[in-house]
């Protein structure tokens, strides 16, 4: 079992930064791939970004390009998504998720945090 604790979400201008951090307390062995997904009410899911655990590749959304940033650190088992020029259309609840494969694919993703609110006022 893998168990992810997100912080750092909040209420931000148009513009603006926030950082998240997802924590991976515990035994992560297993886990190929990290990813950030968030969800806009009334709107599914969607991968926001991924990174493999060991290699640090990278995976962005089309939407997110240039202003997004993932990056972990393994020594801390954390994973962190830095989000510069923030719009509101980025306003959602984000989410953590750890997953033994790597994939772009929510549904093969094995476990999800509790996800924390990101809202971008205009």
């Known amino acids: 079992q893998v168990q992810l604790v997100e912080s750092g979400g909040g209420l931000v201008p148009a513009g603006g930064s926030l950082r998240l951090s997802c924590a991976a307390p515990?035994?992560?062995?297993?886990?190929?791939?990290l990813g950030w997904f968030r969800q806009a009410s009334g709107k599914e899911r969607e991968l926001v970004a991924f990174?493999?655990?060991?290699?640090?590749?990278?995976y962005y959304a089309d939407s997110v390009k240039g202003r997004f940033t993932i990056s972990r650190d393994n020594a801390k088992s954390t994973v962190y998504l830095q989000m510069n020029s923030l719009k509101p259309e980025d306003t959602a609840v984000y989410y953590c998720?750890?997953?033994?494969?790597?994939?772009?694919?929510?549904?093969?993703?094995?476990?999800w945090g509790q996800g924390t609110q990101v809202t971008v006022s205009s």
């Open positions: 998720a750890a997953s033994t494969t790597i994939t772009p694919r929510a549904h093969e993703y094995d476990y």
């Open positions: 990174i493999t655990w060991s290699g640090g590749n990278t």
């Open positions: 515990g035994r992560t062995f297993g886990v190929y791939a």
